[in-house]
Nanobody, 124 residues
Framework: QVQLVESGGGSVQAGGSLNLSCAASGSAYITSDMGWFRQAPGREREGVAS???????RYADSVKGRFTISRDIVKNTLSLQMNSLKPEDAAMYYC??????????????????WGQGTQVTVSS
């Protein structure tokens, strides 16, 4: 079991930055891949970034160069630094954990554990 709690969402203007955090607990956490996903109203949940073994990362094309995923295994946290935010980045953002895969997956079906989400709003 893995328990995940997100924080750090909020409202920013386009071009601004936010840092999302995910506090993780549970015996399976250490051996899991982690990812960030987002879902806007009326749209499917989409993978934003994922991380394997704490080092290898993968990003959706829409966020490459703007978002950075990182993981601190000692502190049991997952982070997503989001820069140069655009209105189309607005969504509910979810932290997820799942079985280790190579390359790390951006498919929400590959993840078993989910947080409750944190809202990100970007105004133009």
């Amino acid at each position: 079991q893995v328990q995940l709690v997100e924080s750090g969402g909020g409202s920013v203007q386009a071009g601004g930055s936010l840092n999302l955090s995910c506090a993780a607990s549970g015996s399976a956490y250490i051996t899991s891949d982690m990812g960030w996903f987002r879902q806007a109203p009326g749209r499917e949940r989409e993978g934003v970034a994922s991380i394997h073994d704490g080092f290898h990362t993968r990003y959706a094309d829409s966020v490459k160069g703007r978002f950075t995923i990182s993981r601190d295994i000692v502190k049991n946290t997952l982070s997503l630094q989001m820069n140069s935010l655009k209105p189309e980045d607005a969504a509910m953002y979810y932290c997820a954990a799942g079985p280790r895969r190579w390359p790390p997956s951006l498919d929400f079906g590959d993840y078993s554990y989910w947080g409750q989400g944190t809202q990100v709003t970007v105004s133009s």
